[in-house]
């Protein structure tokens, strides 16, 4: 933004110097206070919301009306756009490549998504838990991965499981043991990327968990102190109870991250062996930019959309009725 | 959807009580071990790589492997840095990622202002809407986010990258929350001394706004220094490759030249590090709830 339109005005009467509608003056006096003071102020709030507002339409509501529109179409990103109404859509519901890929990401993102909430809360409990020692260290190990970009930590991984190089590999050779198929094997290469997108996801839930654990009150605990309740039973019983509403958000989070991952596949494996661990948005990417294929790529990012939306709802709903 | 919640410091899980009995002392070293058990397990695929990267090329792959770098030497960073136009690679991230974050971290806190301390109903209009951009994620309008940058003149700029990442729910959100906890009477007070609204936000509100908006510039710089896929779509020259670009361009190679990408990652990684370490309190405060991610 301009800074001078930062720069503090005149100062006027209690009226906002950046601007008060004459609507406010002219009004009857016994109308709501809370009503005058909303109408009273309508630039300045609009000054402030201006940029996003701008930047919500260019780049959220223009590519979604177009996505959208382009969905019904067989645009190639020149030319013209000739309608072909539900033919994409109908084309995605045959595609096989398309259904292996959803089918990847499904598995991935059941994968993925327990072993880090385990991990994340696990290591919560350790670094609030009154037995440990070491914490502040320990928090800054657990925590580094967060810095690391996707990109970075499927190099990283590649060079611990590289099937011919990899540290793994040789610890298990020089055991006796056949060297593991890591990257040709499709099924191994996505637990192996699985786990990769747990060790660099932790670090943030884990902080959520933190937090949900500090807030759960200590009376609690100190009530079933007194009846004998175990470690486990007081866990069991009070903090996960406790730190629901965070373990939704993080479950939530967590799954839409993994149905939208990318990044760490295209440098751990490359979606590999072949083009078996494509996953869905590997798929959108490769149609609409590789192939040039847009409309029939953006019919498939709508329907992406619809699952995200969809699991978004349906974990809503189960959390509000463990909550009823 | 998660909308964040600034909570009260809680008090702690339990009063320290010294730790005397018997049992508490088994608890205390199995806890402390399975703790640094996983301390081990997470920090050591780190280790490993950056101990690697000051292994001599030859040496990377001959066996036995080594932990420690027998012959310690810098010649992959060297590498890393003059060949691959790794040192533009750098200095384009750094603009990118330092652009975004002052632009966002401006853009937040007016926005977040304005919901916190104004009822207009299309401001209620807007916050829906930044609300529904949680559910729509670059990656489901990569093609269409593309045209729009073509047709905007961006395609292939850096502004390209910055512009759209301007907008974050989650930053909006951090500052809605922190504002709406700051009492209505101070800007009661700046009005009834004649301060314009907009020298009230400037001089009043955004100074104690500070953590938020060094809590938010760390994420959005983190966000942006790790960026892979809208730099992908919008950049074609390699002159203009980021980090991360340029990073995975070595690795999609025929041959990976694995010294070189040792050296080029560790570097990549160190400007964050310091970040972290200098501003971890305002990373680990976590009561700032924001459980979002961009």
């Avoid at chain 1, 950046?18 to 809370?34: H, N």
């Avoid at chain 1, 490549?97 to 991935?108: D, K, P, Q, S």
């Avoid at chain 1, 309740?229 to 996960?240: C, E, K, V």
Wanted: hydrophobic share 50%.
């Amino acid at each position: 933004m301009a800074n001078s339109v930062l720069d503090p005005g005149p100062p006027q009467d209690g009226a906002a110097a950046a601007g008060a509608p004459a609507t406010a003056s002219g009004r009857t006096p016994d109308l709501r206070r809370q009503r005058r003071r909303a109408a009273r102020y309508q630039l300045a709030p609009l000054l402030f919301v201006a940029v996003n507002v701008v930047l919500f339409a260019v780049f959220f509501v223009w590519p979604a009306a177009t996505g959208l529109w382009y969905s019904f179409t067989s645009y190639t990103g020149v030319g013209r756009a000739p309608f072909v109404g539900l033919e994409n859509y109908e084309r995605l519901l045959g595609d096989s490549a398309f259904y292996a890929a959803l089918v990847r990401t499904l598995l991935f993102t059941v994968l993925t998504v327990p072993l880090s909430y385990l991990l994340s809360l696990g290591l919560a409990v350790l670094l609030v838990s009154p037995y440990t020692k070491g914490k502040p260290v320990a928090r800054v190990v657990f925590f580094v991965p967060w810095l690391i970009s996707p990109i970075l930590v499927g190099v990283i991984w590649r060079w611990i499981v590289g099937e011919n190089f990899g540290l793994v590999n040789y610890v298990v050779t020089s055991l006796g043991g056949d060297a593991i198929a890591w990257q040709s094997n499709a099924d191994l290469s996505l637990v192996v990327v699985a786990v990769a997108a747990a060790w660099s996801g932790t670090a943030f839930s884990m902080l959520l968990f933190i937090a949900a654990i500090k807030n759960v009150p200590a009376s609690y605990y100190e009530a079933a102190a007194i009846d004998g309740a175990s470690p486990w039973q007081r866990f069991r019983y009070i903090t996960l109870p406790g730190i629901a509403p965070t373990s939704f958000i993080v479950v939530l989070l967590s799954t839409l991250g993994s149905m939208k991952e990318y990044a760490l596949f295209v440098a751990l494996n490359n979606g590999g062996p072949g083009t078996e661990n494509n996953l869905i948005v590997q798929y959108i990417f490769t149609t609409g930019f590789q192939r040039g294929q847009i409309g029939y790529a953006s019919a498939a990012s709508f329907v992406l959309m619809l699952i995200l939306m969809a699991i978004a709802l349906v974990q809503l709903s189960v959390n509000r009725r463990r909550e009823a | 959807m998660a909308v964040p919640t600034l909570r009260a410091p809680a008090l702690r899980r339990r009063p320290a009580t010294k730790v005397t009995s018997r049992g508490d002392q088994v608890r205390t070293v199995s806890a402390t071990t399975i703790m640094w058990l996983l301390v081990v397990l997470y920090g050591f695929p780190l280790l490993w790589f950056v101990l690697s990267s000051f292994k001599p090329a030859g040496d990377l792959f001959s066996y036995p492997l080594t932990l420690f770098p027998r012959n310690p030497t810098v010649a992959g960073y060297e590498q890393a840095w003059t060949s691959f136009d790794f040192a533009r690679y750098f200095t384009n991230t750094l603009v990118v990622a330092i652009s975004t974050t002052v632009l966002t971290v401006i853009a937040s806190a007016m926005s977040g202002y304005a919901l916190a301390k104004y009822s207009n109903w299309w401001l209620k209009a807007f916050f829906v809407c930044i609300l529904a951009t949680t559910m729509l994620p670059t990656e489901v309008i990569l093609s269409p986010s593309f045209l729009v940058i073509r047709d905007l003149g961006l395609y292939n700029q850096l502004a390209g990258i910055v512009v759209p990442s301007v907008i974050t729910a989650t930053g909006v959100f951090m500052f809605r929350q922190f504002f709406s906890t700051v009492p209505d009477e101070l800007l009661e007070a700046a009005r009834i001394d004649g301060s314009s609204e907009i020298s009230t936000f400037v001089r009043i509100m955004l100074p104690i706004a500070r953590p938020i908006m060094l809590t938010l510039a760390i994420f959005s710089f983190q966000w942006r220094w790790n960026d892979y896929i809208w730099p992908l779509i919008v950049l074609n020259d390699p002159s203009r490759f980021t980090l991360q670009i340029g990073i995975q361009s070595i690795v999609g190679a025929e041959n990976v030249n694995w010294s070189v990408l040792l050296g080029a990652s560790v570097i990549s990684i160190v400007p964050l590090v310091l970040i972290y370490l200098v501003f971890q309190r305002y990373v680990m405060s976590a009561d700032i709830n924001a459980g979002l991610k961009d």
